[in-house]
């Protein structure tokens, strides 16, 4: 048998981590023929409820699970792990935006970056879905020097998802057939969600935003990016299964590759790519293959394109000031 993958999931008894272990434990996000072992972290007053997901876990009997573990301890939870999936910190209620968290989840990343870099396997791969998502991953990996940048990303692919949603209900196609679309900057309502390079069923996306600038403007890019705060307002929590999804979906495509022809959005470690300044962890569109995530390099941007990503970056910008500030990089 494949030795088994060791996956930690922090905030594990938390609503995202219920929607997310057990799916990585059927073998949706490193595939089916890749054993796991689950390392659940969590802070002592959860550890019980963690306890009694791992129960259910055993009671799926899936095959491709090798074990769980349950700790409170950052540098025993990363200790030899391959994939850190960093969930753990306060989701925001209604009327918040996620820099709001900053102070409450920023001192999470730390330690977690410093044991990551103590213990965790050579190949480990850090994925920050905490919110905000991209300044948690700067700090983390701000803290882990001996762990190359490439291997901290933050989750924009929720953002990326809902884009491909949102753009083939106004096309009329199905999701299958809308590609290429990109999520710039931050996982934040600054965040821009880039129809001009996709392909929707063999139509340039840029038809549809050259077609009808008020679309793009007030309907389609406020809506992905304000969809966070649209489902807290609705079910009265925010996302948790999307997220899981966007997750899996994250990893999957690290470490499996993304489709040939397409790319996907993730939260890179920028050196410089597009005029992001370097060092902030910024969403490109990305390919993966080899297991390692490429920016696509080489896009013509538009104005429009140019000034929304601009802004997003900007706000990056003013959150590694706030954290450095804080003393947290
Ligand atoms: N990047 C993205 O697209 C998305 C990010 N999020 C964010 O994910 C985070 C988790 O959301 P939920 O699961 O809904 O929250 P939740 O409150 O249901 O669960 C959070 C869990 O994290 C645990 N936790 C807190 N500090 C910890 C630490 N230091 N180490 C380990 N565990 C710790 C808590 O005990 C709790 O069980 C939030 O910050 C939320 O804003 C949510 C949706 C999408
Ligand atoms: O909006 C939130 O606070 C949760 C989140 O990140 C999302 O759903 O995109």
């Not at 060791?6 to 995202?16: D, E, F, L, R, Y």
């Not at 995530?293 to 900007?314: H, K, M, N, P, T």
């Amino acid at each position: 048998m494949t030795t088994p993958v060791n996956v930690t999931v922090t905030g594990a008894a938390g609503q995202i981590g219920y929607a997310l272990l057990f799916r990585i434990a059927s073998g949706a996000m490193l595939g089916p023929d890749t054993p796991v072992r689950l390392r659940l972290l969590e802070i002592p007053q959860a550890v019980k409820a963690a306890e009694g997901t791992a129960m259910e876990l055993d009671d799926c009997a899936f095959p491709l699970l090798d074990g769980i573990d349950i700790h409170d301890d950052p540098a025993a939870g990363f200790a030899g792990t391959n994939v850190a999936l960093l969930v753990g910190a306060r989701p925001r209620g209604p009327g918040m935006e996620r820099a709001d968290l900053l102070e409450a989840n920023g001192g999470i990343f730390g330690p977690q970056g410093r044991a990551i870099n103590a213990g965790a396997a050579d190949d480990v791969r850090v994925l920050v879905v905490g919110n905000p998502a991209n300044t948690n991953a700067l700090i983390a990996a701000s803290n882990a020097p001996d762990v190359p940048k490439d291997r901290f990303t933050a989750m924009t692919r929720l953002d990326h998802n809902r884009a491909l949603s949102q753009l083939a209900r106004r096309a009329d196609v199905p999701v299958s057939q809308v590609r290429r679309v990109t999520i710039w900057g931050n996982h934040s309502a600054s965040q821009y969600p880039d129809v001009f390079r996709a392909d929707v069923a063999g139509t340039p996306g840029a038809r549809y935003a050259d077609e009808d600038k008020l679309w793009l403007a007030d309907d389609f890019v406020p809506t992905v990016a304000k969809r966070g705060a649209a489902i807290i307002e609705a079910r009265g929590a925010s996302s948790a299964a999307s997220a899981a999804n966007a997750a899996i979906d994250h990893v999957h495509d690290w470490v499996l590759g993304t489709p040939e022809g397409d790319w996907t959005s993730a939260g890179l470690w920028s050196t410089g790519e597009y005029g992001v300044p370097e060092g902030l962890v910024s969403s490109f569109p990305v390919t993966s293959s080899g297991g390692a995530w490429q920016v696509v390099e080489g896009l013509d941007l538009d104005a429009f394109s140019r000034e929304r990503i601009a802004a997003s970056v900007q706000e990056l910008s003013e959150e590694r000031e706030a954290v450095r500030a804080l003393g947290l990089v």
